[in-house]
């Protein structure tokens, strides 16, 4: 099975292959993981592809580097995921990841994690901070968190996918 890593993401994200991801990238990239459906498709598009920008593109040039994406990428994290971020012990990222996969894997046990799974997990969150949009904003989160994390493309995340781009995100962020 494809690994899911860092480079892996952002050589999908950087389609012409320049080595740097531009907004017009990220956008595409948001309207793959089909985030612009119903009335707010065009809103939850540009706040998408905002938060992206904002959050990424350190200098603030228009374009995400590798070693920008590199800086932040554990904030691709989902929420929730309770990582050591000191331990190079590979059995921590694995063990933790798969209590994590098996805890949200619980309406339809099938060893992965769903759109509908990660949703409500992320609603859960959201609301506990009192946000009214909590689920609207965790749609769009799941399914950004699945476009971006799903290596094998069946549609849901498994501990295998987020075991290989948590130990690769918290490896890049020691560096
Ligand atoms: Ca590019
Ligand atoms: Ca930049
Ligand atoms: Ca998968």
Redesign the pocket.
Known sequence: MPKVTLRSIFKRLDQNGDGKVSRAEVEAFAQAAKIDTGLLGPLKLKGTVDAIMDAF?????????FD?FCAKASTLLPVGLELDPDSDDPDHVRDTVSAFTAMLDSKRTDGGIDEGELTDHIAAKLRETGDPTAKMKAKVAAKMAIHTLDGDGDGKIDADELTSFAADALKRSRD
């Open positions: 593109d350190e200098n603030k040039d228009a374009h995400i580097t920008e």
